[in-house]
T-cell receptor, first 115, second 113 residues
Framework: AQSVAQPEDQVNVAEGNPLTVKCTYS??????LFWYVQYPNRGLQFLLK??????LVKGSYGFEAEFNKSQTSFHLKKPSALVSDSALYFC?????????????FGSGTQLTVLP | NAGVTQTPKFRVLKTGQSMTLLCAQD?????MYWYRQDPGMGLRLIHY???????AKGEVPDGYNVSRLKKQNFLLGLESAAPSQTSVYFC????????????FGPGTRLTVL
C-alpha cells in the first residue's frame, strides 16, 4: 500500500520569505511524486512531478521540490513567497504497477502568505 | 478549449434519492477519474477508466457506479444516496503514460440530508 503524509495542516509565511511545505511518503518500489495546488472553489492544478533523475524538480510559478530517498520526503519550496501563493497544497504518490497510475493524495496543507 | 467540465456544480439530495454526476473533457484524454474530497482527508479515488467502455474500482467505490460510454464523458452515479456521501466530487482526466499529469474539473458539491 502507498501513503502520503503532510504533517502540517497550516503553514504561514510572510511575503518575500522562503516557504517550505513538507511531504513524506511510503511506497513499494520507486515512487512517482507530485504536487498539486487548489485555489478556493477550484479543481486541483498540477505544479510539478518527480519521476527519476535530478533530485531537485522545478515546476510552475517558481515552485520547486526536493526528492530525498533516504528520508522518503518530497518537500515543496519557493525562494520568495507571494500573497497569491496562498492556497491548499497536496502531495501525491504513485508507483509502478496499475494501469492508471493511481495517485494517493495527502490530506493537504493550507499555505497562507501574509502581506 | 474548456478542459474538464462537471455538471452540476451543486446538488442537495435526500437520503435514498439517486443522481448522476456528469464529467466531460475535450482534450481527447484516454484516462478519466472520479475522486471525492473530504475535509482533512485529501482526495480519494472512487472509480477510474482507462478507455471507452472500461471502468475499474478505486479506493472507495462502494455506493457508486460509473459508466464510460463515450471517450469524452465519464458518469458517476449514486443509486441510493447516504449522508456519508456528502462531499465534493472531482473529475479528472489524463493521457496514458508512466506518470500522467491529471487535469481536474471544478468540482461538484453534494449534500445528502
Amino acid at each position: 500500500a502507498q501513503s502520503v503524509a503532510q504533517p502540517e495542516d497550516q503553514v504561514n509565511v510572510a511575503e518575500g520569505n522562503p516557504l517550505t511545505v513538507k511531504c513524506t511518503y511510503s511506497v513499494s518500489g520507486n515512487p512517482y511524486l507530485f504536487w498539486y495546488v487548489q485555489y478556493p472553489n477550484r479543481g486541483l492544478q498540477f505544479l510539478l512531478k518527480y519521476i527519476t533523475g535530478d533530485n531537485l524538480v522545478k515546476g510552475s510559478y517558481g515552485f520547486e521540490a526536493e526528492f530525498n530517498k533516504s528520508q522518503t520526503s518530497f518537500h515543496l519550496k519557493k525562494p520568495s513567497a507571494l500573497v497569491s501563493d496562498s492556497a491548499l497544497y497536496f502531495c501525491a504518490v504513485s508507483s509502478k504497477g496499475g494501469s492508471a497510475r493511481q495517485l494517493t493524495f495527502g490530506s493537504g496543507t493550507q499555505l497562507t502568505v501574509l502581506p | 478549449n474548456a478542459g474538464v467540465t462537471q455538471t452540476p456544480k451543486f446538488r442537495v439530495l435526500k437520503t435514498g434519492q439517486s443522481m448522476t454526476l456528469l464529467c466531460a473533457q475535450d482534450m481527447n484524454h484516454e484516462y478519466m477519474y472520479w475522486y471525492r474530497q473530504d475535509p482533512g482527508m485529501g482526495l480519494r479515488l472512487i472509480h477510474y477508466s482507462v478507455g471507452e467502455g472500461t471502468t475499474a474500482k478505486g479506493e472507495v467505490p462502494d455506493g457508486y457506479n460509473v459508466s464510460r460510454l463515450k471517450k469524452q464523458n465519464f458518469l458517476l452515479g449514486l443509486e441510493s444516496a447516504a449522508p456519508s456521501q456528502t462531499s465534493v466530487y472531482f473529475c479528472a482526466s489524463s493521457l496514458p503514460g508512466v506518470v500522467p499529469e491529471q487535469f481536474f474539473g471544478p468540482g461538484t458539491r453534494l449534500t445528502v440530508l
